[in-house]
């Protein structure tokens, strides 16, 4: 467990750089090119432990998934309907994404495979997909309280079913359209609350014929089986949880401003930026473009002493990853900060709410912990004392508490300790050194900081 201590900025965040590709849409693109007939290519794909877990599981179930040297990602795909029995256990390690989308691609294949995963993962629910999937003709069968390990006998064919999605989960939505792709007929999903589209988007891409339609104030997507992937060209843009961090750093440090290039703003994912600003955030969108069907911008955010704010429950599923570092920027705010409807928060990588609270608590906030939410009462833009001395923040296996609060450090007045930085290998495995260029002080001429590239 690698023990790292944050200290406080040595200068404010400054220059131009660059995030790692969106770990969603990296996902989506290695398991829908082995599907594919063809050769894909992947410019921008995420190189974190998360993503690296799916394509040796694609690898694993026929597809051939090969880095070339340049950065892109190179998949010869299995093919739909043709993925073969992997031989071994799906080590998904932290990953929840890879775990539930690929149940979907194995639910309607005629194969059967093992999934399992760290203790973190070990712990999250699977029935909210095993449910579907289930009813679709997969045969499931999980550890107690419907965990991993578990293992999936797909159907052959499956069912086709009209599915309304109990909780607002992308990733639910995500493996029963995942399913219906090799399954007779047209799958449906309802879904109530909407939650990010990146299936969507990349199905359409790879030719699949989808009915998006409405229904009582409901988003329905239906997918039509028997589907053919045609292969595709792939851009994965630059993740907005991962620039989040950045945001949220450069709008505490005085002096600030920073330009984070390439980062998606998908309203589907760009709760955070509208939260902040309703703080009182300064963050411009920059360049708005197109890239590989996603909306990107360079977003370029100045520090700004902050308001607290009640955050809308609403905002939630389009920035639901982005809570812990909020929480952050509500314990420098000025005033009191509520958030609620977040019971979600308690099933990530770990229990977001209380790990934030107690880190938090540690770090010298002043937060209340309360069924679906924190209640934050902010420093006035006053730094945060950090860690006592000897003292170190529980990160829990989740690599967005462990980056989290290594901004608080950098907003703090003697640094935050945290127990163990791992975790962040799993989505930024170059979070730290990015965060010691950014907030270091800025070279003679603006011109020599170069963009760092993931
Ligand atoms: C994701 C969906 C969200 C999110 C996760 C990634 C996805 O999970 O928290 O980090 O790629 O579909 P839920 O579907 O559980 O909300």
């Known amino acids: 467990m690698p023990a790292h201590t944050f200290h406080s900025a040595a200068a404010p965040l400054t220059g131009r750089i660059r995030v790692p590709g969106d770990k969603s849409i990296s996902h989506r693109a290695l398991m829908l090119a082995g599907l ?37 990602w190179v998949v010869d795909g299995a093919g739909l309907g043709s993925l073969i029995e992997p031989a071994g256990a799906l080590d998904m390690g932290n990953s929840g994404t890879s775990t539930r989308l690929l149940m979907g691609l194995v639910a309607s294949h005629g194969i059967t495979a093992t999934f399992t995963g760290d203790a973190s993962l070990s712990r999250r629910p699977m029935e909210r997909v095993i449910t579907p999937l289930a009813r679709m003709g997969a045969a499931i069968t999980a550890s107690p309280g419907g965990t991993l390990p578990l293992m999936i006998r797909g159907a052959l064919p499956a069912v086709p079913i009209a599915y309304r999605l109990p909780v607002a989960s992308a990733q639910v939505k995500s493996a029963v359209l995942l399913t219906g792709l090799n399954t007779p007929g047209i799958t449906r999903v309802i879904e109530p609350v909407p939650t990010r589209d990146h299936t969507e988007r990349m199905l359409a891409g790879f030719g699949v014929k989808l009915e998006i339609g409405e229904e009582d104030g409901a988003t329905v997507i239906g997918v039509h089986g028997e589907a053919e992937l045609a292969p595709l060209d792939v851009t994965v843009p630059g993740d907005p949880s991962s620039a989040a961090f950045f945001m949220v750093a450069a709008t505490l440090v005085p002096g600030s401003d920073l330009t984070i290039a390439n980062v998606g703003i998908n309203p589907t994912r760009a709760g955070l930026i509208e939260a902040l600003r309703m703080m009182g955030a300064d963050i411009a969108e920059e360049n708005p473009r197109e890239v590989g069907g996603e909306p990107v911008a360079d977003l370029r955010v100045r520090h700004a002493v902050l308001r607290g704010a009640g955050i809308d429950p609403a905002l939630a599923p389009a920035m639901i990853d982005e809570f812990p570092a909020l929480f952050v920027a509500a314990a420098m705010a000025e ?120």
Not at 36 to 62: C, F, P
């Open 335 to 454: 005033g009191t900060t509520t958030t609620c409807g977040l019971e979600e928060l308690r099933v990530k990588e770990s229990d977001r709410l209380a790990a934030m609270a107690a880190a938090l608590d540690l770090a010298g906030a002043r937060v209340e912990e309360r069924g679906d939410g924190l209640v934050i009462h902010g420093t006035g833009g006053e730094p945060l004392a950090g860690t006592p001395e000897g003292a170190r923040v529980a990160t829990r296996l989740d690599h967005r508490i462990a980056m989290s609060m290594a901004i608080a450090g950098l907003a703090s007045r003697s640094g935050v300790a945290i127990d163990d930085t791992a975790p962040i290998a799993t989505s930024f495995p170059d979070f730290t050194a990015l965060l010691e260029q950014a907030a270091s002080p800025a070279p003679s001429s603006p011109d020599l900081r170069s963009e760092t590239l993931p």
């Open 36 to 72: 594919a007939v063809g050769r894909s290519t992947i410019a921008g794909l995420l190189e974190g432990e998360d993503v690296l877990a799916t394509a040796a599981a694609m690898r694993a179930m026929g597809a051939a998934v090969e880095r070339e040297a340049d950065g892109t």
